[in-house]
């Protein structure tokens, strides 16, 4: 059955500009999505922090103060607001023009749009970009869950699982645009490891089991904070020389795809790890922690290697079986599971569900 085209509303993350890095994961799934979705015919408005950009396409910039970043705080900090926050003012230019769009798609991972579900004339959808982080946003993902079902989507099961209503969610996956992607057979010496810079992401294991198997180890990603880097760089003086920062897509396939491996070590339960995709598309397999999303893309023995959470060892032990992995197998992993088209056709489907439920 053909669906029609839709008017669609995005709400982007608050916690930075779209093209900044400091709205991770989202900022790639929004960029996808929306460029996915309009060449299937949907009408996408993306709203997002003023100073974003998105490829070529509009963006509706909103004024004001960022959000503080969700991961960084405990379970049991309280919902905060800064004075003019660009989350509020972000969410009066949904109210304003509502009538105008046939959904509205929410993703900030903030407690503010899951409250707001309920006052809105027009349906608001959200896509939840992390795991559990705090019991605030728990509450306002479960009260969605329990009056909208059908309304909260995510990347993993694993993720959604985290939540304690996993039911409630459609698990959607993520995509990159293959094209942009060069696969290549023949790599360099060195390993890869890509993210933000910040503790839970766990670069420290990756620098130690780099530093035993003897390998060099390119690091790309935004740095996001410092007190953290600064103790990396005190415990291993090399880091500095291996860090090549935030690079755009463009650049960062340029490096990636020379590396032999990309090493993904998260302490927290990573809810899809995009970095595992671009990596997959140049042919570069993928050593991980076995827990989140990674878990789930990693097919081990074809396209990767899967270790026990924490175990710097058994990394070390991936690294000296790299050649048992075919790069061709994960270019190929890439085209089947993680195009755009995939990604769109998941979430056009997820979409006319919440438009027309029953
Ligand atoms: N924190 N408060 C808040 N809101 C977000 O939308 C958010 C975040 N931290 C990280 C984040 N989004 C993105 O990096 C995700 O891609 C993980």
């Known amino acids: 059955m053909p669906s029609s085209h839709r008017r669609l509303l995005f709400l982007s993350t608050p916690v930075g500009p779209l093209g900044s890095g400091l709205g991770g ?5 929004l960029l996808n999505l929306s460029q996915g979705l309009r060449a299937r015919g949907h009408q996408v408005t993306v709203v997002a922090p003023e100073g974003s950009s998105l490829a070529d396409a509009p963006v509706v910039g909103i004024g004001g103060q960022l959000q503080p970043t969700a991961h960084t ?6 919902i905060i607001f800064p004075a003019d ?3 509020e003012n972000m969410w009066r230019y949904a109210r304003q023009h509502q009538s105008q769009v046939d959904l509205i798609v929410n993703f900030a991972y903030d407690w503010l749009p899951f409250y707001l579900t309920e006052f809105f004339s027009s349906p608001v959808a959200h896509f939840v970009s992390m795991g559990s982080l705090s019991d605030g946003m728990d509450g306002a993902i479960r009260q969605v869950a329990q009056g909208f079902p059908g309304r909260l989507g995510a990347y993993t099961r694993t993720q959604a699982e985290t939540f304690g209503v ?3 969610f459609e698990i959607l996956g993520s995509a990159i645009d293959l094209e942009q992607y060069e696969f290549c057979p023949f790599p360099g010496p060195a390993l890869a490891w890509l993210g933000r810079i910040s503790p839970e992401k766990g670069l420290e294991d990756a620098l130690e089991a780099a530093a035993i198997a003897q390998v060099s180890l390119k690091i790309l990603g935004k740095l996001e904070d410092a007190n953290y880097w600064q103790s990396l760089c005190q415990r291993f003086p090399e880091v500095a020389d291996s860090y090549l920062g935030f690079l755009p897509t463009h650049g960062l396939q340029q490096v990636l795809r020379q590396c032999r491996a990309l090493l993904m070590t998260p302490r927290w339960i990573e809810a899809f ?3 595992a995709i671009e990596a997959l598309a140049c042919g570069v397999p993928v050593i991980a922690y076995a827990r989140g999303g990674p878990a789930e893309i990693v097919q081990p023995g074809k396209t990767g290697w899967l270790v026990p959470p924490d175990d710097v060892q058994g990394l070390v032990d991936a690294i000296a079986d790299i050649d048992r992995l075919d790069r061709q197998a994960c270019r190929h992993q890439a085209e089947t599971d993680y195009s755009l088209k995939a990604l769109a056709m998941r979430f056009e489907q997820w979409f006319e569900t919440v438009i027309n439920p029953g």
Request: hydrophobic letters at 40%; proline letters at 5%.
């Open 25 to 29: 994961g989202v900022e790639l799934t």
């Open 273 to 275: 790890g995009n970095v």
């Open 166 to 168: 996993a039911e409630a």
């Open 73 to 78: 705080q405990g379970r049991a900090t309280p």
């Open 85 to 87: 926050s660009v989350l």
